[in-house]
């Protein structure tokens, strides 16, 4: 099992950055597939980017491509989210996810969840 703790979220104007990060515990982490999530109130989660194990592949929503980055450490059992040129409709809660499957490909299965982090962005 994994468990996932996110951090890095605040407040940051229209057009700044920030840099959330993943800590999980587990000694499977180097072995999950691991990817970003995003909730504001009254809809449904929705997909931001995911990585694969080895971080070799990643994938992005269309929204984010090109403004959000994710990598990992597996050495340090952590994912970032790096967010660039962020927008007012970025605001939401980010949540960090593993896929419970060793060494699994796509389509992925997220099956951990963190607690999730905030992020506001003001115009």
């Known amino acids: 099992q994994v468990q996932l703790a996110e951090s890095g979220g605040g407040l940051v104007q229209a057009g700044g950055s920030l840099r959330l990060s993943c800590a999980a515990s587990?000694?499977?982490?180097?072995?999950?597939?691991m990817g970003w999530f995003r909730q504001v109130p009254g809809k449904e989660r929705e997909f931001v980017a995911a990585?694969?194990?080895?971080?070799?592949?990643?994938d992005y929503a269309d929204s984010v491509k090109g403004r959000f980055t994710i990598s990992r450490d597996n050495a340090k059992n952590t994912v970032y989210l790096q967010m660039n040129g962020l927008k007012p409709e970025d605001t939401a809660v980010y949540y960090c996810?593993?896929?419970?499957?060793?060494?699994?490909?796509?389509?992925?299965?997220?099956?951990?969840w963190g607690q999730g982090t905030q992020v506001t962005v003001s115009s």
């Open positions: 996810s593993a896929d419970r499957r060793p060494y699994s490909t796509r389509p992925y299965e997220f099956d951990y």
């Open positions: 587990g000694r499977t982490f180097s072995m999950c597939a």
């Open positions: 990585i694969s194990w080895s971080g070799g592949s990643t």
